[in-house]
Structures are given as C-alpha cells and as structure tokens.
C-alpha cells in the first residue's frame, strides 16, 4: 500500500488502519473471545504486513489491548520504521472523571503498556461523555493535551467520537490534526458529511471507522441484524439485503464493496478496520482489492444515497 498524508501532522500513512478493539477481548460486543496468544500473533502479523497504520485505545478491554500490542512490540523489538501507533485518552473503566488529570494518568498507562518513550498521535475518546466547555476549561482534557503535547510527551491531537456536529465543533477549536469519525460513513449512512468537509477545509486527517457498520455490511443482516451494535431497523435491513443481491449479482462480495466505499472516497485519510486473528489481514486485503465494476457502484448509488442525512 502506498502511504498517503495524514493531514497536516507529517506522518504518512497507508489508506487501510489496523482497528484492535476486538484484541482487548470483548466477547459481549463482538460476540467471540480473543485470547492473549492469539491477540499478540495478530499483531506479529501486522507489524510484518503491508500496512503501517494502528489504533488502539486505552480502555479497550480495560486496557488489554495495549498490554497485548505493547507484548508484540516487545517481541519484534519495538515499533517497525514507518509505523504510526495511535491510542485514546478515557475515563477510567466504570468512570466518569475526564478531567485534565484523568487525562495524563490515561497517557501514562499507555506509555507504560505500549513500551514506548512517547505517543505519536493520541485522541479525546468519545468526548461526548463531558460538555465541550468542561473539555475545554482550564484543568480540562483539551488543555492537558495541549500541555503534553508542548513537553513532548504526545506528537499530534485528535478527536474520535461519534456526535457530527460535536466533532465540528471540536474542529473548529483548531487544536486537532485528525478526527475519527464511525459508523457515520458507510453504505448504509453517510451523515459525516459535514465533518469530512471541515476536515478538509480544515487541512485535519479524516480516519473512517466502523465502514463494516458493526458486522452487518460483512455477514449480512440475517447473521447480524445490527448497526453501530444495535437492532437495525427494517428500513436497514432491507437495503442491506438489496445491497447483497446487486453485489451477488457481481460476484463481489457485500464486504469488498463496503470497505472500498470508504477507501475510494479520496478525502478519508484512512480507514479502520477491525482485525482480530491473523488471517483477517489477508482477507481484509482481499476485500481491499477486489475487482469492483463500475455498474455495480451505478447499481448500488440509490441505496446508498439514502443514508446521506443518517438513518435515526
């Protein structure tokens, strides 16, 4: 994969980012366990694959997923040259405090999970949990980041959460090189919109996450009937169904189109995608790569567009 820009932080990145919320082992939202074991092969086996671009958090699995990846590093000695390895500040596990000195005890548990001297790229995690004034007050979260980030401890800023126009808002701070948007960008709803254009006005990388929609636009309705980990409306599940029958009718399989409906969009900087055995890297890649006809996209535009105002 060739590597692209991440805004205007002087990373570049490639178009696919590895998602490892599952390698935290969250069996009641992904519906499967993840192993320690399997979890760190999973991540030898990213660090030695084509793409060069991580994400991960600190609270996925209370933490687990930075113990594991932090153990492949470990193993490979450290962080492969070229590679961008990004986390997220949170509240404690169970908690609400997303003060400012919540957020250097979250840096400092990273830090020390992941092994590392320092944190490239780290994002304000769902900041939809506290007001944007209580974010933004003297001993907030986003003064915090700022401070890290003036000592050296952190690189660049980011925001990931869910709220368009809450992450437009937090845009408009001009704090922030890069914003992670998910589930708000997919087949079946495109309502960031709006955030992607200030991104880009904005010169803030754009990462899309969630494009499989939670797992509905992979296994199909029938297999998992939900969007963004909820029931899917009939309405969802309808157009889903369609979007099946046009790719079938392709031989191209419902997943390769909805991944590729975020990579060949040229204003996303990359994509997250999930991963969590090593077999899924090669499959992901598949997907990443299939042959898409042109009448296919022509086919599927009406059911997609639909979702251009969201689907609540």
């Known amino acids: 994969m060739q590597v692209r820009p991440l805004g205007s932080t002087g990373l570049t990145v490639t178009p696919l980012c590895i998602g490892t919320a599952a390698l935290g082992n969250l069996p009641d939202q992904y519906g499967y366990e993840v192993g320690e074991p399997q979890a760190v092969a999973t991540m030898n086996r990213v660090f030695a694959g084509p793409a060069n671009f991580v994400d991960t958090s600190n609270n996925y699995g209370d933490g687990d997923s930075e113990r594991r990846i932090g153990k492949a590093l470990a193993e490979v000695g450290g962080l492969p040259a070229g590679f961008v390895l990004a986390t997220k500040v949170d509240p404690l596990p169970g908690q609400s405090d997303f003060s400012g000195r919540r957020v250097r005890e979250s840096v400092a548990e990273s830090i020390e999970r992941l092994g590392v001297d320092r944190l490239q790229l780290i994002y304000l995690h769902d900041p939809e949990r506290i007001s944007l004034d209580e974010a933004m007050s003297a001993d907030g979260a986003v003064r915090a980041l700022v401070r890290l980030r003036e000592e050296g401890i952190i690189g660049h800023l980011g925001v990931a959460g869910g709220p368009i126009d809450l992450m437009r808002r937090y845009l408009a701070t001009g704090l922030f090189q890069a914003v992670i948007s998910h589930n708000r960008f997919t087949l079946i709803d495109q309502s960031a919109e709006p955030l992607l254009a200030d991104a880009v ?112």
Request: proline share 10%; glycine share 8%; charged share 25%.
């Open 201 to 312: 006005e904005r010169d803030v990388a754009f990462i899309n996450a969630a494009p499989y929609g939670g797992g509905i636009l992979v296994k199909g309705p029938e297999a998992q009937p939900k969007y963004r980990y909820e029931p899917a409306a009939r309405p969802i599940i309808d157009r889903v169904k369609a979007m099946h029958k046009a790719c079938a009718g392709h031989e191209v399989p419902l997943a390769a189109a909805a991944l590729q409906f975020s990579l060949r969009e040229p204003r996303i900087a990359s994509t997250i995608v999930g991963i969590s055995r090593p077999e899924r890297i090669d499959q992901t890649l598949r997907f990443a790569e299939w042959p898409v006809p042109a009448v296919l996209w022509e086919e599927l535009a009406p059911l997609i567009t639909i979702g251009r105002n969201g689907v609540d």
